[in-house]
């Protein structure tokens, strides 16, 4: 039988409205030397051990499953892929399916569909995304693009942590591919929006899909 997890999430939303209200805008002019060495960026993290994983046991987290416990926090956390899910559709919401929102949106989904059913095979549920609703879209697309590339940076960084932890092949080869993702797809695409006025067309997007 699945279980569910013992508690609910205390949602995350106000560190994600903190992230748009304080993050510096991004710089746009080396965008792919951003790429390159994204551990350089400035971005707002908790501080992750992999010798101390007591920070893994965010609310609802599964009580003595490690591996559980880095799919869930992947999921889960303010820096994951629930909330990133939420973030775009609140500015799909805001501004209509501009892009890369729209399709970035629908990798988040992918994403989210790949932890859960790995959390699923370690026997447990997870529940519906907390943070859909919970999210205020940013003032204008130029906002927008600069935030959500300080969230993918955030986003890569968190993967390196859960990497360094995750002892599972199976959870590992899913960690990778989405950290490859947010690295080599989502924060290239963003970094571009951001120099564009804060979207892109289809065919701006092409090299990156």
């Not at 805008?25 to 992750?48: G, M």
């Not at 956390?77 to 892009?99: N, R, T, W």
């Amino acid at each position: 039988m699945i279980k569910n997890s013992h508690a609910p999430l205390a949602l995350g939303a106000a560190v994600l409205l903190g992230l748009l209200a304080s993050c510096a805008p991004v710089a746009t002019e080396n965008a792919a030397t951003e790429t390159e060495d994204v551990t350089n960026q400035s971005a707002p993290s908790i501080e992750r051990s992999p010798s101390d994983t007591s920070w893994l046991l965010i609310d609802g987290s599964p009580e003595s499953d490690i591996q559980a416990q880095v799919a869930w926090f992947a999921l889960m956390s303010p820096d994951g892929e629930y909330a990133a899910a939420a973030s775009y559709q609140a500015v799909i919401d805001a501004f209509g399916p501009v892009e890369p929102y729209a399709t970035i949106k629908e990798g988040e989904d992918r994403h989210i569909d790949a932890l859960i059913r790995q959390l699923n095979r370690l026997g447990y549920e997870a529940p519906a995304n907390p943070y859909l609703g919970e999210i205020e879209p940013p003032a204008d697309l130029q906002t927008a693009a600069e935030a959500w590339a300080v969230g993918e940076i955030a986003n890569v960084e968190m993967y390196d942590d859960l990497l360094a932890i995750a002892g599972d092949s199976n959870i590992e080869r899913v960690l990778t591919n989405l950290r490859r993702a947010s690295l080599e797809s989502h924060l290239p695409l963003f970094e571009l929006a951001a120099q564009n006025g804060g979207t892109l067309e289809l065919d701006q997007m092409m090299q990156y899909r």
